[in-house]
């Protein structure tokens, strides 16, 4: 999938450097959104543009917005992230995207009349055919709509609400998740982040059409949890907040630089044969892992993700691990002291990894 910057495709040759070209775009299908998650709503649209792509001879494009629109007018009261930039590009591509255009949401980009932004489409983009949803508003004011664009004279499709009742996850997820309940009740990022946020994880990997999963880099934390004989991989979000808080069984890969999982990419430096317990998908191990703010540390209000291995003795730090979400336990709990703090651990470990004992 080839990713460009809105801004870099938009450019005029005057306010390029010396060493960057205009870039020409293939005649493409575009569908627009912020596709937090791809979830099977998402994955239906995508469905539609790789269709009517392929009948027509081309690409299947996308536009996304960095930040998402909520963030810019407001990051404090901004929904959670279910997928950050990263992690939402990889599963674009899986679903058969080929193009990928980010456009960074500012004051300039929200003023764009509707006019502007379908000369945008049309003649610097390329976009001949478009994919959206009913609902669709653009340009200042969101004065721009489908009709808008017809009368424009771009070719629109407008893909109907996907519900629980006009979908299910077999035919478009991963084929290992349980239908969907058939309620008819809108697919939607909002409702996937209220079951995550209660902790409901198999209702939301019905939403998503797979399981829920975050990736990210080791990085350096404080270490508290060496001092406690329970050593965590501390692993960055890129995300303001995550979408789901509490203690969670999960089970992590090592992915390389083109999100391949590595075999054996978490024990390859394991020494003292801690090579740590299997998790439930190939190459992976099984971990106990920590999201939210460690009220029981007094560190801040910044979002961890933090994971512990048991009967693993590593070094992990710079590797990109995927995080998949298994079985909630409970939410954070605040504890006073480390001593309690460090009993509370030793018991969600323990019922962990009993969890982890129990499936097949």
Known sequence: MKTYFLEQLIASPSTLSETTSPVALSPCVLTIGNFDGVHLGHQAMLAQVRDIACAQNLEAAVMIFEPQPREFFAPDKAPARLTNLAEKQALLAEYGVETLIVAGFDSDFRSLSAQ??????????????????????????????????????????????????????????????????????????????????????????????????????????????????????????????????????????????????IADGLTVNAVNEKVGITGLRTHSLFGTASVGIRPSVNKGSDWRLEVHFPELQADLYGLNLQVRFLHFLHGERRYEGLEALKAGIHQDVADLLEWRKKQA
């Open 116 to 261: 502007a932004f379908a000369d945008i489409l049309a003649k610097r983009l390329n976009v001949k055919a478009l994919v959206l949803g009913d609902d669709f508003r653009f340009g200042h004011d969101r004065t721009g709509d489908s009709q808008f664009l017809r009368h424009y004279g771009l070719d629109v499709t407008n893909l109907h609400t996907v519900t629980d009742g006009n979908t299910n996850s077999d035919s478009i997820g991963s084929g290992s998740i349980d239908t969907i309940d058939n309620d008819a009740t809108r697919i939607s990022s909002t409702r996937v982040r209220d079951l995550l946020l209660v902790g409901d994880i198999q209702a939301a990997n019905a939403l998503l059409g797979r399981h829920y999963a975050i990736t990210g880099t080791v990085v350096r934390g404080d270490q508290i949890g060496r001092t406690m004989n329970f050593p965590t991989a501390n692993i960055d979000l890129q995300r303001i907040k995550p979408a789901l808080h509490g203690i969670f069984a999960v089970d992590v890969v090592s992915l390389d630089e083109d999100g391949n999982v």
